[in-house]
């Protein structure tokens, strides 16, 4: 392994050899391990993302050293040519993709979609508690976020049908940092199980129903390609967050976007959302 990993590096692999394997083939080794753990821990990322990028920056020097050993032969200009094609296929796929695990990772604060609907916030009298209704959207999260200093602030009480699944984040995401206990009162389905699963303590009315399906495009205005699979794999991180088994996540996004799969409370506890 040792004599491969230096040959490649200074440039004496042989050139068939080199694209189909060094390149080609290690690529789609990195591809494959990348889409396994697409979902894990930001520590096993902190681990593969410098590996990766040893690898790309090894596949890259090899192929400059093979290619300055190769002009001296006849045909060296189309190999040249070749292995500038090839490398740089594989050093922009191995970048889009470490780029986009950052963004699945690191999610940022939602994007500036404009959402018509109107700020359904409510404090309590105690200001422990703020109740979410409606349809969840930015005006709402953007409000929330600014009164996120109250220090009384304990509970976050939901009743809503869904909503933009991108202000969910961000208000799972807040609620995440200050260690904030969620409430379903009535209703949570769709993008509000997102906002609930956040909490530290997460509860709700014996009545209560929650709703889960897997998601499908809407299209915006801002024209801003979506990725369905992309977007689900980001909420699986976060359901396996709190040891939401796989049977059941896969039962979420085994449900068709138009239907909806509303669980028992029992289920609910067994699969860690209530707690």
């Given at each position: 392994?040792?004599?491969?990993?230096?040959?490649?590096?200074?440039?004496?692999?042989?050139?068939?050899?080199?694209?189909?394997?060094?390149?080609?083939?290690?690529?789609?080794?990195?591809?494959?391990?990348?889409?396994?753990?697409?979902?894990?821990?930001t520590k096993i990322w902190m681990v593969l993302f410098?590996?990766?990028?040893?690898?790309?920056?090894?596949?890259?020097?090899?192929?400059?050293?093979?290619?300055?050993?190769?002009?001296?032969?006849?045909?060296?200009?189309?190999?040249?040519?070749?292995?500038?094609?090839?490398?740089?296929?594989?050093?922009?796929?191995?970048?889009?993709?470490?780029?986009?695990?950052?963004?699945?990772?690191?999610?940022?604060?939602?994007?500036?979609?404009?959402?018509?609907?109107?700020?359904?916030?409510?404090?309590?009298?105690?200001?422990?508690?703020?109740?979410?209704?409606?349809?969840?959207?930015?005006?709402?999260?953007?409000?929330?976020?600014?009164?996120?200093?109250?220090?009384?602030?304990?509970?976050?009480?939901?009743?809503?049908?869904?909503?933009?699944?991108?202000?969910?984040?961000?208000?799972?995401?807040?609620?995440?940092?200050?260690?904030?206990?969620?409430?379903?009162?009535?209703?949570?389905?769709?993008?509000?199980?997102?906002?609930?699963?956040?909490?530290?303590?997460?509860?709700?009315?014996?009545?209560?129903?929650?709703?889960?399906?897997?998601?499908?495009?809407?299209?915006?205005?801002?024209?801003?390609?979506?990725?369905?699979?992309?977007?689900?794999?980001?909420?699986?991180?976060?359901?396996?967050?709190?040891?939401?088994?796989?049977?059941?996540?896969?039962?979420?996004?085994?449900?068709?976007?138009?239907?909806?799969?509303?669980?028992?409370?029992?289920?609910?506890?067994?699969?860690?959302?209530?707690?």
């Open positions: 392994m040792h004599n491969h990993i230096k040959t490649h590096w200074t440039g004496h692999t042989h050139f068939i050899w080199l694209i189909a394997i060094n390149l080609i083939g290690v690529r789609f080794l990195t591809y494959g391990i990348a889409t396994v753990f697409q979902t894990a821990s410098p590996i990766i990028t040893i690898i790309l920056i090894w596949q890259i020097n090899g192929s400059i050293e093979s290619a300055k050993r190769g002009l001296d032969h006849p045909d060296g200009i189309f190999k040249l040519i070749a292995l500038f094609f090839i490398t740089t296929a594989i050093t922009i796929s191995t970048i889009w993709q470490v780029t986009d695990q950052y963004h699945h990772l690191y999610d940022p604060s939602p994007p500036p979609f404009v959402d018509p609907a109107i700020i359904t916030l409510a404090r309590s009298p105690d200001g422990a508690e703020i109740e979410i209704t409606g349809p969840i959207n930015l005006k709402q999260y953007n409000a929330f976020r600014d009164i996120l200093d109250v220090e009384k602030l304990r509970r976050v009480v939901l009743d809503s049908q869904g909503g933009n699944i991108f202000a969910a984040r961000g208000f799972h995401r807040l609620i995440v940092e200050r260690g904030l206990d969620t409430h379903v009162t009535t209703n949570c389905f769709s993008a509000c199980t997102i906002i609930f699963i956040a909490g530290q303590n997460r509860t709700a009315a014996a009545t209560a129903r929650f709703g889960f399906h897997a998601y499908a495009y809407r299209h915006n205005h801002t024209g801003q390609q979506i990725n369905i699979a992309t977007e689900q794999a980001k909420d699986i991180a976060r359901f396996k967050r709190i040891n939401t088994p796989n049977s059941f996540i896969n039962q979420i996004f085994n449900t068709p976007s138009d239907e909806m799969w509303h669980p028992t409370h029992a289920d609910l506890h067994t699969a860690n959302i209530l707690k």
